[in-house]
């Protein structure tokens, strides 16, 4: 594989029938197979060409965690067009002032985000309707773009002063995808839930791209309300997320709350104290009534935008749960460090990732080299 166009056509090979992207917007599930995506994506890149859209342009991705969000993605790479994902949040201003620096030609938004969207000027492509629109179109071969082209213009969170747009590259995000693949616990058997928006580099590293070259599942919950996302976990039989330390935090309070609504808190505690002493299988089994709450193939977080705090890593290891910490940034289309299953450190986040070199300088100050950073 050389680009991001071409992980689609090796796991389509290779998983067929496997499922790969899956959300229940009401009551009918829809799922996408590996087999499915290879047969729409070149489709919904046709319906893209034939709008205007080629080699090189500037696309803005403006909208929440979907199948259709992907699809678009993986559409456009396609044509050789370059993304310029937003937060889903941004404001009005924030989106115009982006589309202009970029010199977006079109957007691709979801219902949450139209509005926002409308002054822009530019076409507007709703992800919700792409695949119906893009169903009786002819399939379109990949255009010849190379490992080192653009692909994402990927705007950083600008804590430190205007946001910056980090120009990754096919080579650099495919890599660092590439990379993580041989320390993320994943596979055909993984289901992970979509949590962090797609916009940020961790979430396209950890619960997009690396998923799609596992042949695993992605779940995309239709709300990020706890009772909605709780739900999902447990329908679908979610097995591993993607979250920062707050969210690690929310999760495990949520857990311990409820023990004490049901007069279980002290027991709770008990039991965590005696799951220190087992391994990892006899701590799920002790825990069964949290597991059951998730749907019981939950195993595994991996937590990053943030520090997380080694007592909070602990303490979900009592449950039978790991938690794997890293170190990245959007400039390194994220991945830089992160722990492994067998060397799980809790206060530290790991070591480089297979083909970057990661050193300290005398004045403390991170050095990094490798094929990922931009």
């Known amino acids: 594989m050389e680009t991001l166009s071409d992980i689609l056509d090796a796991s389509a090979a290779k998983f067929a029938g496997k499922d790969a992207l899956i959300i229940k917007p009401g009551f009918r599930t829809l ?26 342009d500037r696309v803005i991705m403006l909208g929440v965690n979907r199948p259709e969000y992907g699809i678009a993605m993986l559409a456009l790479l396609r044509i050789g067009a370059v993304l310029v994902p937003l937060d889903v949040n941004s404001t009005e201003e924030f989106v115009r002032k982006i589309a202009e620096r970029t010199q977006a030609k079109a957007a691709v938004v979801s219902q949450q985000t139209r509005a926002r969207a409308a002054a822009l000027a530019i076409p507007l492509f709703d992800m919700e309707l792409l695949p119906d629109q893009a169903r009786a179109k002819e399939p379109m071969p990949k255009s010849s773009v190379g490992p080192d082209d653009l692909a994402e213009i990927v705007f950083t969170s600008g804590t430190t002063g205007d946001p910056k747009g980090s120009m990754l590259t096919h080579r650099n995000i495919l890599s660092n995808a590439l990379a993580a693949i041989h320390i993320f616990p994943l596979g055909p058997q993984q289901r992970l839930l979509s949590f962090i ?83 990892m299988p006899l701590r799920r089994i002790l825990f069964t009534s949290v597991h059951t709450q998730f749907g019981g193939r939950f195993r595994y977080i991996v937590s990053g935008g943030a520090a997380l705090d080694p007592a909070l890593g602990v303490a979900w290891r009592e449950l039978g ?18 722990n492994r299953l067998d060397r799980n450190r809790f206060g530290s986040v790991g070591v480089p990732l297979p083909g970057v070199e990661v050193k300290i300088a005398a004045d403390g100050e991170v050095i990094a080299r490798g094929p990922n950073i931009f």
């Open 31 to 56: 799922t996408w197979t590996y087999r499915d995506l290879a047969d729409i994506v070149p489709r919904v890149a046709r319906l893209f060409a034939e709008s205007g859209i080629g080699a090189g």
């Open 197 to 279: 928006p797609l916009s940020h580099m961790f979430e396209q590293l950890a619960g997009f791209w690396c998923l799609l070259i596992a042949g695993a599942s992605i779940v995309y919950p239709t709300s990020r309300q706890p009772s909605v996302v709780r739900r999902t976990f447990r329908e679908r039989r979610v097995s591993m997320i993607c979250i920062t330390p707050a969210a690690v935090r929310s999760l495990f309070i949520a857990i311990e709350r409820r023990a004490e609504q049901e007069g279980k808190g002290a027991l709770f505690a008990r039991l965590r104290g005696i799951a220190r002493r087992l391994p």
């Open 321 to 338: 749960v790991e938690v794997l910490q890293g170190y990245g940034l959007t400039e390194t289309s994220p991945g830089l460090t992160f």
